[in-house]
């Protein structure tokens, strides 16, 4: 059982940043992936950005068009924990964001074996 701890999130005016961290603590694997999904209020829980890990090193990176060139995701594999930079945010980027874990080197939500708790990121303009 893998448990996800996050931090980060807020409230920013359009233009801002923010910083999102997640920890995870358990068992994972040599090959996995952790990311971030986000879910706004009566829409569906999407997938933002993932980062797979193969035998210790960082591999391919995933992101979602409507992020591409604002949002930065990195991990740190011997500390298990991922971050997601998000500059230039939107109010359209308003959601609750969740750390996602899952094995393998996909991270959709059939995927996805670990949930964090959420975190609320509310872009005003």
């Known amino acids: 059982q893998v448990r996800l701890v996050e931090s980060g999130g807020g409230q920013v005016q359009a233009g801002g940043s923010l910083n999102l961290s997640c920890s995870a603590d358990?068992?994972?694997?040599?090959?996995?992936?952790m990311g971030w999904f986000r879910q706004p209020p009566g829409e569906e829980r999407r997938l933002v950005s993932s980062?797979?890990?193969?035998?210790?090193?960082?591999?391919?990176?995933y992101y979602a068009d409507s992020v591409k060139g604002r949002f930065t995701i990195s991990r740190d594999n011997a500390k298990n924990t991922v971050t997601l930079q998000m500059n230039n945010l939107k109010p359209e980027d308003t959601a609750i964001y969740y750390c996602?874990?899952?094995?393998?080197?996909?991270?959709?939500?059939?995927?996805?074996?670990?949930w964090g708790q959420g975190t609320q990121v509310t872009v005003s303009s």
């Open positions: 980062i797979t890990r193969i035998q210790g090193n960082t591999g391919n990176t």
């Open positions: 358990g068992r994972t694997s040599r090959i996995d992936t």
């Open positions: 996602a874990w899952g094995l393998g080197i996909r991270l959709s939500v059939k995927d996805v074996v670990s």
